[in-house]
């Protein structure tokens, strides 16, 4: 009786089972996230703006970050590991990411996008929090857009959320996508909050990006007057001693300005905005770390730097490993900009007043000892004469590093010491004083313009300037002092080249612009790594002569640059898949051949 009753039982499970085996394997998820269900109050809209905050920090942290490709594209800066341009095609990047971050970049605007799209769909209570939602989406879709269109010129326009394929689109003018984005944020400024946490966007940061975005489309007098919202509005440049070092008496007031601890510190009055981006947060909530080190910082640990009896003299630990950093360097600095940009009158960079060059704030050559406790010359000075190979390899193997805004130590003991997570500045009043003063500039104001530039010499102990002294190229000498991997420079140098050519400067023009600019040609007067450098051929490297330009080879390849490389290619995967439109790619790379006019207004 028990094994019919046994059997029975088990025969009416397989009964049940196999009779509705298809409901039984499908899945019934008792919640799912979708658009229709998230976007339907005031946090779901919210829950985008952190991701669109979050995506900010993909400018300052990370291996090989979208900022080092903004130096060292520049003349304070090469790609050691791709120094040669003319390798760049619209299939390839190599190391550096100049080709594929386009993708990124619209990624972040789909998530702008869906915002501004969907934001009626719901019945807002208050309209002060719908238009601050707003108006924040709409403030970081022209931030991203500002940045593609100094990367890349004339791209796609993308202004609403795209819901099912789309195979037709077609490139917009640099000049029609700047417009679009300046009336969105003049429309939209003034719903964003006066204050707000750390990594949302004021109404100061609203303004700084208009006060640019300014800049770029040629008026001038509303570019100074967003700017002096902003410099008028509560922020001041910090002057006195602040935050986690405060009580250091060898530290100084810029020193402590660069601090990642420092940036949001409420106390701090000179930020603006500031990625966060801290060790302790959650895994999902924190990036791979600053890399500053490993960006910027010389290989001086490297085995090439050898001893008087040729052994290995540095060596990849102990106590400079950890302060230092792993050194790669993917932004390898120049002679202009670790040391001629420092001189001021008959001053250089050992001897001006400059705290941006102070001795605490830099590590210099002439500060290396050898690490190695193997070594015969262990604690004496390193000596370029004894690197193996050539005397090319000291200008990347030794250099000196601007620690103040580099040095970020590993909270992760277990990793390599490439640069720790922290907090970064997006904008810096700083610079809004110097994005008033080349407005300034641009109208012949050049009294107003040395005031502005003014208050940022003397905040930094530096002498101050006259109006006699004012031109493009001194506010760009003083970008490159003060907002040393901080802003994006060839963007901005992009956006000058754009001017000049308008204006008809300098023989400049924009039909021309990929043949001859600005920005090239600024590159090639300072940055002595390329060929076509104009300067003198050799430099005075810790009293030996060094060979540059045309001699300059590393990891098997010549630093090349040509005029065409004024904006970088467009990825050759964004326009073969568009099948039913035409994305023009640059001049200058394969495929521009087949570009058509863009269009020149946003509907």
Request: glycine residues 6%.
């Amino acid at each position: 009786m028990k094994s019919i009753i046994k059997y029975s039982f088990i025969w009416i499970l397989i009964s049940m089972f196999t009779s509705c085996s298809e409901d039984f394997l499908k899945p019934e998820p008792l919640s799912f996230f979708a658009p229709e269900n998230i976007y339907v109050d005031k946090a779901g809209f919210e829950s985008l703006l952190v991701n669109m905050r979050k995506s900010l920090i993909y400018e300052n942290t990370g291996n090989r970050d979208f900022m080092h490709h903004q130096w060292n594209t520049t003349e304070a800066a090469v790609a050691y590991v791709q120094m040669d341009f003319t390798q760049l095609t619209p299939n390839s990047d190599r190391y550096s990411k100049y080709v594929s971050q386009i993708n990124s970049m619209y990624e972040f605007i789909k998530n702008a996008n869906i915002v501004i799209s969907r934001i009626d769909d719901i019945e807002w209570e208050n309209l002060e929090e719908r238009n601050s939602i707003l108006a924040e989406a709409l403030w970081h879709r022209a931030y991203w857009y500002y940045r593609l269109v100094h990367n890349y010129g004339d791209v796609p326009w993308v202004g609403e959320e795209i819901t099912k394929p789309k195979l037709d689109f077609n490139t917009y003018s640099r000049w029609a996508i700047l417009k679009k984005i300046q009336a969105d944020l003049e429309s939209s400024v003034d719903n964003l909050p006066e204050s707000a946490i750390p990594g949302a966007v004021t109404k100061g940061a609203g303004n700084h990006l208009l006060a640019k975005i300014y800049l770029a489309n040629l008026e001038f007098d509303k570019a100074i007057d967003a700017a002096s919202r902003v410099i008028n509005g509560p922020y001041a440049l910090m002057t006195e001693r602040f935050g986690v070092d405060a009580s250091d008496a060898s530290k100084n007031v810029i020193w402590d300005l660069h601090r990642p601890e420092n940036k949001n510190l409420s106390t701090n009055s000179e930020n603006i905005l500031s990625i966060v981006d801290r060790f302790e947060a959650p895994d999902d909530a924190k990036s791979p770390g600053l890399y500053t080190m490993r960006t910027y910082h010389s290989s001086w640990w490297h085995s090439r730097h050898r001893d008087s009896e040729g052994n290995r003299g540095m060596i990849d630990e102990g106590p400079l490993y950890d302060s230092l950093g792993r050194g790669n360097p993917d932004a390898n600095l120049t002679e202009w900009y670790t040391y001629d940009i420092w001189s001021d009158g008959d001053a250089n960079w050992s001897m001006t007043t400059d705290l941006r060059r102070s001795d605490i704030n830099w590590y210099d050559i002439h500060e290396f000892r050898y690490n190695n406790p193997e070594s015969v010359n262990y604690g004496e000075p390193w000596r370029m004469e004894w690197m193996t190979g050539d005397r090319y390899t000291a200008l990347t193997g030794m250099y000196a590093l601007p620690i103040y805004k580099t040095m970020v130590f590993q909270q992760d003991k277990a990793a390599r010491p490439n640069g720790g997570n922290g907090d970064w500045y997006v904008f810096r009043l700083a610079e809004t004083y110097l994005i008033r003063a080349e407005a300034y500039y641009w109208k012949g104001e050049l009294a107003a313009a040395a005031e502005d530039i003014n208050e940022v010499r003397v905040r930094a102990n530096a002498t101050p300037i006259s109006a006699d002294d004012v031109t493009i190229d001194y506010i760009f000498d003083e970008r490159a002092r003060e907002l040393f991997a901080e802003t994006p420079r060839q963007n901005e140098m992009v956006r000058v080249s754009f001017t000049m050519a308008r204006l008809g400067l300098n023989g400049y023009s924009e039909e021309n612009i990929s043949q001859s600019s600005w920005y090239y040609d600024r590159l090639m007067k300072y940055n002595y790594f390329y060929p076509q450098y104009t300067g003198s051929k050799t430099t005075t490297y810790l009293g030996l002569e060094v060979p540059v330009g045309d001699k300059f080879v590393a990891i098997g390849q010549s630093a090349k640059f040509e005029p065409h490389n004024i904006l970088w290619p467009i990825d050759d995967k964004l326009i073969t898949a568009n099948t039913l439109g035409t994305i023009n790619q640059n001049k200058g790379y394969d495929g521009a051949e087949n570009n058509k006019p863009p269009i020149e207004v946003i509907e």
